[in-house]
């Protein structure tokens, strides 16, 4: 069974700045149940599909296909529930770990996340200067609930 391990942090905007245009993403959902997400992805020129199970902790079953881009198209524009999640993954290498910053845009747009895949949940890692708040266990910030409650929707405290 794959398995993710995954920590997600926002963001400090007055500190990191993209380095390059990173790849477009635009993804939805045919499922986005707590239990279960069934969810399309296109990224770039490449598609896929991807089942993840119930997140434990930081960890949760992944389970990740390739699938042709015109059936991605398909399955987005007429399958996935709306809206579609868009944004860009921009990738930065930091004490030899791969930090993903996701750029959002739409209903979604002004957040920015930073998310690190680890080998255990305890794996030690050394945060680089643009990381604020860890957000791993606030369920908000999963993109399959930013569909539903869009970030530009968030009251601010």
């Not at 993403?25 to 239990?35: P, V």
């Not at 399955?75 to 770990?97: A, V």
Request: glycine share 8%.
């Amino acid at each position: 069974m794959g398995k993710e391990i995954e920590r997600k942090y926002l963001v400090k905007l007055e500190t990191w700045k993209p380095q390059g245009e990173g790849i477009h993403f635009k993804q939805g959902y045919l499922n986005s149940q707590k239990e279960r997400v069934v969810r399309v992805r296109i990224e770039g020129t490449k598609a896929k599909l991807t089942i993840k199970g119930l997140t434990t902790g930081v960890t949760r079953s992944e389970f990740e296909y390739s699938v042709p881009v015109e059936d991605a198209a398909l399955l987005l524009d007429n399958l996935c529930e709306q809206p579609l999640i868009d944004k860009h993954r921009h990738k930065e290498e930091h004490f030899g770990k791969t930090w993903e910053i996701d750029v959002f845009h739409g209903l979604n747009e002004g957040l920015v996340v930073a998310e690190i895949e680890l080998g255990s949940e305890d794996e030690k890692i050394t945060l680089p200067d643009w990381v604020a708040e860890e957000v791993s266990s606030d369920p908000r910030y999963f993109n399959s609930n930013l569909l539903k409650h869009p970030f530009t929707s968030w009251t601010k405290a």
